[in-house]
């Protein structure tokens, strides 16, 4: 039986879009609020608009959900709203009949709103709301930078919140070493920290200033800002608390003027760490062996408890406690980067980057200005990071190197030699580190370099004579072989290289063959009937099966766009194949000609 | 009988008869019967009047008990039935309240932990959770929040990746430039011709009207002498006729059957290619839905679904160009313009429609942007798409495309290749060729090049080259070989100016022009062997035409 048809007036009640999607005008005459207060409860309350299959009212709307619509209508924060639009018609009334007195005393009482139960109720847990940190963080970063503006409603109290925020949430990164990517780029510097388990991605600006272009809605933007100060106010709350600090941070007065909030706010952090979190961190090593017994316990229980043929819920226990020791030893790893270096920043190095940078892999920082933890006429500093083209007066016992350098080691996560980036040179490419090579496929040469410093830092074996492995090898070794014998040993590598390629091209065809053979098999019963085809892939893959198609679809677009990466790498590999012929053809003739 | 003599109503008497004396009546009335009956209530105390009667009577009490006992039958219908559940009248209603009301207590649970002095509140409370039910909010977009810039846009990238994002950024721009230049006209705002007055409009209306009634008139009057022409008499048919006729239809159906036939058997035989056709059919069908479903994807990671009046348009990618590239972090030229880039990240992600503002710019923007972004060793490149677009030389393309930006890019160029050549070709004339010449005026010299090489390509035959040097292409080709300051600039004016000085009338005006000159004053380069041909070519023209060349 079908749905039973009711009698519905002309124009009222509609099924399919027409019912389930409005417009935006229709929306706002439901809710009964102006567009302005419109559009920042659709920003508080994550509702956006969408786009129906069918746009019943045209091409030209801007279509909202009607549950979206019902979700806002039964929020409080609207009847709120409402008030304070009476309440401003109030002020704007008293302004209007010159009672000034009237006026000051209705703003003194302005009502407002907050927002800490929308948050609760959009991110019910806190990983949700790690989980959508990433917008909130670059937003915040952002408007740090900005200028205020009275024009565009800028407030200068709203950007100091803003510097605030983002300086207790790098310090607590920082002091975590919760930091795990850094890439530079033309557009800002691009950072990755993992907390809890979630990737969280911002890009801070360039200590530049920032031009406001009048093709942005600051009106938005503003709002949007409202909702994630507050997001990352009660965020930052929550991590302080976890790690026992106590939460609007306390500074020191005296470092705040000069600008060195980060440092600060670390001096807070010591302070604090050193008063509360001495006992817990006593308790930590014989908590964690409570743990381990616990664990073992509960393993021994659940063995008891689990059927014979389900040994897979014990594996995924087991490897969730692996997964946790293996967080630790990656923030482990962070920690001990820079450990026993002491850093000093010149003068023209981007300063704030660099202070959340390098204490974030355990590094001791000082820069030039009052109020440093240290002055630059430290014996005991190791390196110093300059920008500059020569460096005057030199300590002998430092290193002078480029800020990339600090980058640069910090994506490989070991120390790089600082030859390439001393003062003067022109420094190795900054890689991103966002791009996973292996998948890409394309590897570039620096990252290949970095690569077999890792390895070699990892089994502290000497590194292999490769490609760009010479400069990076000690003065001494390279006097001692010589121009000659350097060369000699870069063309064997090369020749290393090329066996090792060809033979992994002989393996690939080899593969290629077989599955050349395998798929040669599927055609040819493909060919016998229009359904065999259907079924040889199925059988290849059962879980295609039972997919939708739809779904069906979407795997296969996957796979076509993997083919694609590959033919792509491919193709870069042959270039690079020949261009290294070319070199070589060139180099010979040359010796040719030489001799 | 006789009247009873007035008597003065002032007096005593009269006075006593009208004063009551109900009330003291009334009191020693009381007072007697209070006295006969045993003195007056009101002064007796309240213990001696009542008293509380102790003495049980258990007949009565059995009757009032039993009597209470007793059920009536309408509120026996009305009490509850255990074993029958209630139906009620709302359960949403009800379920409703009783969650506001848990809401609520749970809304003073979070009120009753300790403030801070900010007087902030852990919301998520201990553990990092709440154990309110969440909303389920679809995911709006698969489009990260913060999009991390390809490689090359490193402050200090490799040159091959800083390659791939250049020719990426310069192909997005020329595709803008091309879509302007060879896109159709607009409709003009206003159409050549005069005004018409509102009285003639009148009269035209009248006109017209007089005109159509004339036509139907006249139609009417011709149509009537053929019907009366037409024989009113209708023919008899005769037997003969008749079995005629019946032969014949007879004949008729038979073939058709026969056909019929001959159809199914040879449907029947061509069963398999039947089968075929509809296997391919489905194949193709199938094969229509997934390229959809990969398209749909494949936008979908690129740009939002259309959520307004106004279509999004991506920001530029920010590369640097390969002179501001310095390695060195306290030189770099930083983007400027972040919080643009954020707010066309919330545009991107569907959060907010696209506005018709943000939209704007890149349109006027454009050809700045082009300048802007347009490094020098990319400009061959460029050409050499430029050229693509205009000959439409798939092969060519193709592997040009494949060799410098890859396979994407290729795809991009070659659709938009033959978009452009097959809407555009039969338009491609004096507009392009005016375009070319304006190209000229461009103050960067890519653009010149551009042109120079798009009036080469042109000057085909003798009537295009007179046309490009009336509009005063050769003049603007001399110009810009006189102010061009590399060799590449220079070869391409060349190479134009050789290709005009095919036809003799060009030749004459270019030396009306002071060619002769100007070709003379350009250096020879070692480098560039083509210069010195194309010079020497033209020089030639101009001593076969028997110019005077030695100045």
């Known amino acids: 039986m079908g749905k039973p048809k009711h009698y519905r007036p002309p124009g009222k009640k509609k099924e399919g879009n027409a019912a389930r999607y409005v417009t935006r005008s229709q929306a706002i005459k439901i809710l009964q609020v102006s567009l302005s207060d419109f559009r920042k409860l659709c920003i508080h309350k994550g509702v956006f608009p969408r786009e129906p299959k069918k746009k019943v009212k045209g091409n030209h709307h801007t279509y909202y959900h009607l549950k979206d619509v019902m979700y806002i209508l039964h929020d409080p924060l609207l009847e709120k709203f409402r008030e304070i639009r009476a309440y401003q018609k109030k002020i704007k009334k008293a302004k209007a009949k010159k009672n000034d007195e009237l006026a000051r005393l209705l703003l003194s009482r302005a009502p407002s709103y907050k927002l800490d139960m929308v948050i609760r109720d959009r991110y019910p847990t806190f990983v949700d709301a790690l989980r959508d940190l990433d917008d909130p963080i670059t937003m915040v970063h952002l408007f740090a930078m900005l200028p205020a503006i009275d024009r565009l409603k800028i407030e200068a109290k709203r950007i100091h919140n803003c510097r605030r925020l983002c300086h207790e949430w790098q310090a607590y990164i920082s002091r975590t070493h919760k930091l795990r990517k850094v890439f530079v780029a033309v557009k800002g510097i691009y950072y990755q920290a993992e907390v809890d388990g979630q990737k969280i991605t911002w890009l801070a600006p360039h200590a530049r200033q920032q031009v406001l272009t009048d093709d942005v809605d600051f009106n938005v933007m503003l709002t949007f800002l409202e909702f994630y100060e507050a997001l990352l106010g009660f965020v930052n709350f929550q991590l302080y608390h976890s790690i026992n600090v106590k939460y609007p941070p306390i500074l020191d007065p005296r470092l705040e003027a000069l600008a060195a909030d980060l440092y600060a706010l670390s001096r807070y952090f010591d302070a604090n760490y050193r008063a509360s979190v001495q006992e817990p961190q006593v308790t930590g090593s014989s908590r964690s062996e409570q743990e381990q017994e616990e664990c073992d316990l509960r393993l021994a229980q659940l063995q008891h408890q689990l059927p014979a043929n389900e040994p897979g819920a014990l594996m995924h226990l087991v490897q969730n406690a692996a997964s946790e020791i293996e967080e630790d030893e990656a923030t482990k790893d962070c920690k001990k980067l820079f450990q026993n270096k002491k850093i000093f920043l010149s003068r023209e190095v981007p300063r704030e980057s660099l202070l959340f940078v390098i204490p974030a892999f355990g590094g001791i920082v000082s820069w030039e200005g009052d109020g440093a933890p240290f002055t630059g006429a430290d014996d005991s500093i190791t390196h110093q990071i300059v920008d500059r083209p020569t460096q005057g007066h030199v300590y002998l016992s430092r290193e002078y190197v480029q800020p990339q350098w600090v980058y640069d080691s910090v994506n490989a996560r070991i120390i790089l030699p600082t030859e390439p980036y001393m003062v003067g040179r022109d420094p190795p490419p900054h890689l991103s580190p966002f791009i996973d090579d292996e998948a890409e496929g394309y590897v570039p040469d620096y990252a290949k370099t970095i690569k077999q410093l890792q390895a070699a830092a990892k089994t502290d074996v000497q590194p292999l004579p490769g490609m760009g492995n010479d400069d990076l090898d000690n003065s001494q070794n390279m006097l001692a072989e010589g121009y000659i014998s350097r060369t000699e040993a870069m063309e064997a590598a090369e020749k290393k290289q090329q066996m090792m390629l060809l033979e992994k091209q002989y393996h690939d065809d080899l593969k290629m063959e077989l599955q050349g053979v395998s798929t040669i098999n599927k055609q040819s019963s493909a060919e016998s009937l229009p359904d065999a085809q259907q079924i040889a892939i199925d059988i290849e893959d059962p879980s295609r099966l039972m997919m939708s198609r739809k779904k069906r679809g979407l795997a296969i677009a996957i796979e076509m766009g993997k083919q694609r990466k590959k033919d792509q790498v491919e193709k870069l590999k042959e270039r690079k194949r020949n261009i290294e012929a070319a070199r070589k053809s060139e180099k010979k003739h040359k010796k040719a000609q030489l001799s | ?551």
């Open chain 2, 1 to 551: 009988m006789g009247k009873k003599a007035k008597t003065s109503r002032k007096g005593k008497k009269a006075w006593r008869a009208n004063v009551s004396t109900e009330d003291i009546h009334d009191y020693f009335e009381k007072s007697t019967k209070d006295a006969f009956s045993g003195g007056s209530l009101t002064s007796v105390p309240t213990e001696s009047l009542f008293f509380i009667d102790k003495s049980k009577d258990l007949s009565v009490k059995r009757k009032i008990e039993k009597k209470r006992e007793k059920v009536i039958r309408v509120d026996s219908v009305l009490t509850k039935n255990p074993f029958v559940e209630a139906v009620p009248s709302s359960k949403q209603k009800n379920s409703n309240k009783k969650k506001k009301a848990a809401l609520e207590a749970k809304d003073l649970v979070v009120q009753d932990v300790p403030k801070d002095d900010s007087g902030m509140v852990p919301i998520w409370g201990n553990e990092g959770q709440h154990s309110g039910k969440a909303r389920q909010v679809s995911k709006q977009s698969i489009i990260p929040a913060v999009e991390v810039e390809s490689p090359g846009c490193s402050y200090n990238p490799s040159f091959e990746s800083h390659q791939d994002s250049l020719a990426q950024a310069v192909s997005e721009e020329m595709q803008k430039v091309y879509k302007n230049e060879l896109g159709p006209q607009p409709v003009p705002l206003t159409v050549m011709g005069e005004v018409i007055d509102e009285g003639d409009k009148y009269f035209m209306e009248a006109d017209d009207g007089s005109d159509d009634e004339m036509n139907e008139e006249n139609l009417s009057e011709g149509e009537d002498p053929a019907t009366e022409k037409r024989p009113s008499k209708t023919r008899r048919v005769t037997r003969v006729e008749l079995n005629k006729r019946a032969r014949r239809k007879e004949l008729q159906r038979k073939e058709a059957e026969a056909k019929k036939a001959k159809e199914l058997s040879e449907d029947i035989d061509s069963l398999p290619n039947i089968l075929q056709e509809i296997a391919k059919e489905d194949e193709e069908k199938q094969k229509k839905h997934l390229r959809r479903v990969i398209s749909k994807q494949e936008r979908l990671k690129a740009c939002p679904p259309r959520l307004g009046k106004y279509k999004f348009q991506p920001a530029p990618p920010q590369v640097l160009l390969s002179e501001e590239l310095t390695g060195s972090l306290r030189k770099l030229k930083g983007c400027a313009t972040l919080a643009r880039d954020r707010f066309k990240s919330l545009e991107k992600r569907g959060l907010i429609p696209p506005s018709a503002k943000s939209g704007s710019y890149c349109s006027k923007e454009s050809l700045g942007m082009c300048s802007l972004e347009i490094s020098h060793h990319l400009m061959e490149k460029v050409q050499i798409k430029c050229f693509i677009l205009l000959v439409a030389d798939e092969a060519y393309l193709e592997q040009e495309a494949e060799r410098k930006i890859g396979w994407l890019l290729k795809l991009i160029f070659a659709g938009t290749a033959t978009f452009v050549a097959y809407q555009f070709f039969p338009y491609m004339g004096d507009n392009l060729m005016h375009q070319s010449v304006s190209l000229l005026y461009v103050r960067d010299p890519l653009f010149k090049r551009m042109g120079a090489s798009r009036l080469a390509r042109f000057a085909i035959d003798d009537q295009r080259r007179m046309k490009i040097v009336e509009i005063g292409g050769g003049q603007e080709l001399l110009n810009m070989l006189g102010s061009a300051k590399d060799e590449r600039t220079q070869k391409e004016a060349l190479k134009a100016l050789s290709a005009l000085s095919k036809s003799d009338e060009a030749v004459k005006a270019l030396h009306s022009a002071g060619a002769i000159l100007v070709i003379k004053s350009t250096p020879d380069t070692f480098e560039d062997a083509e210069i010195g041909t194309y010079k020497s070519n033209l020089l030639k023209r101009f001593h076969d035409l028997r110019y005077d060349i030695s100045f």
